[in-house]
């Protein structure tokens, strides 16, 4: 999955961000809290241990709304420029 976007994929490795030696960040540990991804332990295609995250179904959802959400903030600053 390394070299894959997650939406290529529906799993994609720790590994990927960061190595399997570092603890995962609070930003992953909070992702999971509010089940928005579920992440499960694999040997990856280097034959180490990585641990890969997978979107729920919540978090699919929560994924279109922040992208919504990204695509209005980023109009809203292009208008703003355009009057520059």
Known sequence: ???QSPSESSTFPR???RST???STPAL???EHQN??????KVSELGR???????TTSGR???????HEWDRMQHAVSRVMKLA
Do not use: N
């Not at 928005?36 to 332990?41: D, F, K, L, N």
């Not at 241990?49 to 979107?55: E, G, I, N, S």
């Open 61 to 67: 959802k929560q994924l279109a709304i922040e992208a």
């Open 49 to 55: 241990r990585a641990k890969y995250y997978r979107l």
């Open 21 to 23: 030696r570092v603890p």
């Open 15 to 17: 590994t990927c961000c």
């Open 1 to 3: 999955m390394v070299g």
């Open 29 to 31: 540990h909070r992702l």
């Open 36 to 41: 928005w991804i579920e992440a499960e332990w």
